[in-house]
Every structure is written in C-alpha cells, then in structure tokens.
C-alpha cells in the first residue's frame, strides 16, 4: 500500500494549493481518505475526510469554507484545495486511509499514511 502526496510549495498569503493523493496497492473503493496536517512542535490534526463510498465529505469545523477534498474513484486519487492561505496553515500535510469508520480525525485510527508534503504561506 502507498499513498503518495504532492501539490505542496510556498505561497503568499492569500493564495490557493490543491494537493493531490494517489493510492496504489489499496482498494479505494470504500473506506476512508483523509488529509492530516502538522505544524512544527504541534499535534497532528485531521481537517477533512472523504467517504469513498459515496463522497460524502466532513471538515473541521475551523477549517470549513477554506477547505475542498474531493475524490476521482476511476484514478484512486484525492485531492485537498486550500483557499485563502494564511501563515497559520504553514505546515506538512498528509494523506490517509483507513477501512473502518469513527475517528475520522483521530490520527491513530488509520492504517495507512503518505510521506507528507511541506506547505509555506508567508
């Protein structure tokens, strides 16, 4: 199982990055995708999940407006677009997946993890 994350870099604030999630080796056919994100010398919080099964989508509630995840089945890819980049969002996002459902926020709930990609608002 990989998943593998791109779509990060540097932006001013203000701006918009949509990171991308590709799935290999997993079936992505149900379950759950998440994107993850942690800010140096802070916890790893979850702010938005996709239920693959039907698409139905959650967000954390601080984050909801700014945030978009959406899903192409056919291409086992996810996809988070961040809107309106603040200094605060700085931070390495990540990707996961899990089977089963609850914790959709709750990092130690998920059985898989991509390696992370680095986003920089200034």
């Known amino acids: 199982v990989q998943l593998v994350e791109s779509g990060g870099g540097s932006v001013q604030a203000g701006g918009s990055l949509t990171h991308s999630c590709v799935a290999s080796?997993?079936?992505?056919?149900?379950?759950?995708m998440a994107w993850f994100r942690q800010a140096p010398g802070k916890e790893r919080e979850g702010v938005a999940a996709?239920?693959?099964?039907?698409?139905?989508?959650y967000y954390a509630d601080s984050l909801k407006g700014q945030l978009t995840i959406s899903q192409d089945s056919a291409e086992s890819t996810v996809y988070l677009q961040i809107d309106s980049l603040k200094p605060e969002d700085t931070a390495m996002y990540y990707c996961?997946?899990?089977?089963?459902?609850?914790?959709?926020?709750?990092?130690?709930?998920?059985?898989?993890w991509g390696q992370g990609t680095q986003v920089t608002v200034s």
């Open positions: 996961a997946a899990k089977a089963g459902v609850g914790g959709l926020f709750t990092p130690s709930t998920y059985h898989h």
């Open positions: 996709i239920m693959i099964l039907g698409a139905t989508t």
């Open positions: 080796g997993y079936s992505v056919s149900e379950g759950y």
